[in-house]
């Protein structure tokens, strides 16, 4: 376990933010601007015993060096629409179990739970490339697409919680298979993942292609990452610019359809892939323009580059647990 510590400027209300990754666990205590102040580091075990002492653990050694209101643990996974219970996440053991309260009793402060993607998008909301937006959604593209829907200042979960799950639109009937069971979702041409599948695509569209990204591809393509494609892009590689350029496309398509069902007035790109905006947004942009229902005839959505980075989930979710308590504004 690791740890950086810092020191407030001035007497806050500090809770504690909590990313809770397939990998890795990172606690932050937060203040009240979005300064981190701490942090602890440790992996994530695998049975659910194990799990709740590591994230508990984590906690406790914040909680001894600071003077903490209120816990937010943001998640990879469908929690219940009253975000009390963790029903499934993919990464994690926890299957039905009300994390909330049982974090609630091991700490003894209030613990909100809330989705990752749902928590980072708050946080770019309130603090980031959000600020100022009505209807905003957050798009963060990494090895899937997670997505957040902030509706007239409001996180938008659905009926029952899951909403909105993005990145499993279909946008090729019968296209690639996904491992949420369906065939052409847009995460699986426009994610890290979907890169190196478009770049294989491309490459076996045409074999004789020469360069570097080509070479690596027949050598080995397990060894070749979402990184390392936009890496090539970047070097001015054929088939890396042609992959990116794919990328954008589907980027479009998706933005399009996201526009169509939320009218959003703002548009927020994160995630590892998103950090790599430069290389594909414009592009993105002119096909979003392009492919929205009514084009040339309605306004369309600012599109930004996320702020927040990989502080997202921690500072959302702070800010969330803040607004439990007493004499501070809830979030709607």
């Given at each position: ?48 015993r ?12 914040l909680?001894?060096r ?15 629409s009253?975000r ?36 980072a ?25 997670g997505?957040?829907?902030l509706?007239d ?18 946008v ?5 298979a ?35 990204l ?14 390392r ?6 070097d001015?590689d ?20 996201v ?38 005839h ?35």
């Open positions: 376990m690791s740890a950086r510590s810092g020191h407030p400027s001035r007497a806050e209300c500090l809770t504690v933010g909590v990313d809770i990754g397939g990998t890795n666990i990172r606690a932050a205590v937060v203040a009240d601007d979005a300064t981190i102040i701490d942090t602890v580091n440790a992996p994530t075990p695998h049975s659910v194990s799990l709740e002492k590591a994230v508990a653990g984590a906690i406790h050694g909680m001894e600071h003077d903490v209101a209120a816990v937010g643990l943001a998640i990879a996974g469908f929690l219940t009253d009390r219970t963790v029903r499934f996440a993919p990464h994690l053991p926890w299957r039905g179990i009300a994390v909330g309260e049982m974090m609630q009793q091991v700490l003894g402060v209030p613990v909100v739970v809330e989705h990752d993607a749902n928590a998008g708050w946080a770019e909301y309130r603090f980031g490339a959000g600020m100022g937006g009505e209807n905003v959604v957050t798009l963060a593209i990494g090895t899937g697409i997505a957040a829907l509706m200042g409001e996180i938008f979960r659905g009926s029952h919680g899951v909403a909105p799950e993005l990145g499993h639109l279909q090729v009937p019968d296209g690639r996904c491992p949420c069971g369906k065939r052409g979702c847009l995460e699986r041409y426009c994610s890290g993942t979907g890169l190196i599948d478009s770049a294989i695509e491309l490459l076996a569209n045409d074999p004789d292609l020469a360069s570097p080509a070479r690596e591809l027949r050598g080995d393509p397990e060894c070749v990452s979402g990184r494609v936009m890496s090539a892009a970047q001015g054929v088939l890396g610019e042609a992959t990116v350029g794919e990328f954008a496309r589907w980027l479009g398509v998706g933005l399009a359809m526009s169509d069902m939320y009218d959003p007035d703002l548009i927020v790109i994160g995630g590892g892939v998103g950090s790599a905006a430069p290389l594909f947004l414009d592009e993105a942009r002119e096909h979003y323009a392009k492919m929205i229902t009514g084009a040339g309605r306004p369309l959505a600012r599109i930004r580059r996320a702020q927040m980075g990989e502080d997202a989930a921690v500072i959302g979710a702070a800010d969330l647990a803040r607004a439990v308590l007493p004499g501070q504004p809830a979030p709607r």
